[in-house]
């Protein structure tokens, strides 16, 4: 619960709250939102406070001015740790690892990435460890990593092989070719390429109906999947019956009671025709 009107971030992050969004932007339009160690610093403390905050129900992260965000910052991440000790070093790269996937991935709140401009490189980790992504369909994708001597690093080798066919990640990994929104759409990097002036629109619309969701049992959707995908069929089995059982015990709406009434004794309500109208119950 907040009870403060303090918005995190401010320098290389800003955040604007709207109606349950928080609108998180890479803040560094002159360098097109390249990513530095310390971006990566402030990025961590703003997902940290957004994730109790009621006034962020749904993320969005998105760059300001022309870029998502043109990658690793060159100076301000590799020139940057090169020169450093190697603990600094390892400090660097553990605090970009958390913001960029590790948080994200288990992050209690629904992320959607709204992709305008470039995205490239490392920006592909942030890109597809958000639940969902909308891109403007022009937009610029790029692993151009290997067009001046280096490999997608970073977990960016892992992370696009969890979206895209082995052969597609190879093509882009290989030839560093850029592609557009609409070809991101086709890869199955983002759900939807739409219209650069949609996008903000489209992105909004589809974070609303985020926001109006029972917001436990989303969370424990969004884990569901993301763990079964790496089970075999008898274990997800089992963990998603037990997922089932945790979904219940821990909602405190107890919408699986209130969805099984509603449709069988009261007749309010058909799933096939909407949702079950979320009502505040009683706490044993
Ligand atoms: N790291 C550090 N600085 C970067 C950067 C990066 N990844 N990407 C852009 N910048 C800086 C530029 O150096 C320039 O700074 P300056 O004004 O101080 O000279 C500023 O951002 C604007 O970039 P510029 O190249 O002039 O803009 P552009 O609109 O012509 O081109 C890009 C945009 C994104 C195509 C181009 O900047 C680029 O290729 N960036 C590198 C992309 C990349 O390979 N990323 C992978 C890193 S893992």
Redesign the pocket.
């Known amino acids: 619960m907040s009870d403060t009107n303090d918005i995190p971030g401010g320098k290389d992050v800003l955040v604007e709250f709207d109606d349950g969004i928080a609108w998180v932007y890479l803040n560094r339009p ?3 939102n ?1 990513m530095s160690v310390e971006l990566a610093r402030e990025m961590n403390a703003v997902f940290d406070a957004l994730e109790i905050d009621d006034r962020a129900k749904v993320i969005v992260l998105s760059g300001k001015g ?2 998502f965000s ?7 991440f590799f020139r940057a740790t090169d020169k450093v000790t190697d603990v600094a070093r390892h400090r660097a790269y553990r605090e970009t690892r958390a913001w960029q996937w590790r948080t994200l991935i288990h992050y209690a709140k629904p992320t959607i990435a709204m992709v305008n401009g ?1 995205c ?3 920006a592909f980790t942030p890109l597809i460890c958000c639940d969902l992504a909308i891109t403007d369909k022009d937009a ?1 994708f ?1 692993l ?2 290997i ?2 001597g ?1 490999i997608p690093g970073g977990v960016v080798s892992k992370a696009i092989t969890t979206l895209m066919g082995d052969r597609e990640a190879m093509y882009y990994v290989m030839t560093g070719e850029k592609f557009d929104g609409t070809r991101a759409k086709e890869l199955g990097l983002v759900n939807e390429a739409v219209p650069a002036d949609k996008l903000r629109e489209r992105t909004r619309e589809l974070a609303m109906v985020l926001r109006d969701k029972n917001p436990t049992v989303l969370r424990q959707a969004r884990m569901a999947v993301k763990w079964a995908r790496e089970m075999d069929w008898e274990m997800a089995s089992e963990y998603l019956q037990a997922k089932v059982d945790q979904t219940t015990f821990v909602d405190p709406e107890k919408g699986r009671e209130q969805g099984l009434k509603q449709f069988l004794d009261e007749k309010t309500f058909k799933p096939g025709h909407g949702h079950y109208e979320r009502r505040e119950v009683e706490q044993s």
Not at 70 to 76: E, F, H, N, V, W
């Open positions: 002159d360098k097109r390249a022309e870029a043109a990658g690793m910052d060159l100076q301000g470039w490239f490189g490392g610029t790029g151009s990593e067009n001046w280096i």
